[in-house]
């Protein structure tokens, strides 16, 4: 009896490796199924780039990276208002890194740069992502 006892644990374990060795291939599946893009290409996180978007096709989950001068932009998270007036609402903190990454949600994601004149200048940039 002792032997079939070592093999239904045997089993067992084999069974919680292969749940395991699962989960592991589909959670790298859905990693691997998002897509990370820089804001404005090459030019970067830069003026006039409300267009970028234009020809893309966005997921929830895609990540945009927003490189720029720290000294001379910032990417403010903002709503579809705050995008409209080129104003940050108070309270929200501007991402600041020069090399800022974000997650998309699904919807209409919008971000502008809160240095004064930036976004009036065409500094913002609005993504819809599925």
């Keep these: 009896m002792a032997a079939q006892g070592r093999g239904s644990a045997a089993r067992g374990n084999a069974a919680a490796v292969a749940a395991l060795v699962l ?14 893009y820089t804001v404005g290409d090459r030019g970067g ?9 234009r020809g893309k096709r966005f997921r929830a989950g895609d990540v945009l990276v927003f490189k720029y001068s720290p000294k001379a932009h910032n990417v403010v998270p903002v709503s579809a208002a705050g995008y409209n007036s080129c104003a940050a609402p108070r309270g929200v903190r501007a991402l600041t890194s020069g090399n800022d ?3 998309l949600k699904r919807g209409v994601n919008y971000f502008i740069c809160s240095f004064p004149g930036h976004c009036q200048a065409g500094m913002k940039v609005a993504v819809t992502a599925a």
């Design 45 to 53: 996180w830069g003026f006039n780039t409300a267009s970028w978007p």
């Design 101 to 103: 990454r974000v997650t």
């Design 23 to 36: 989960l592991c291939v589909l959670l790298h599946g859905e990693v691997a199924e998002s897509a990370v």
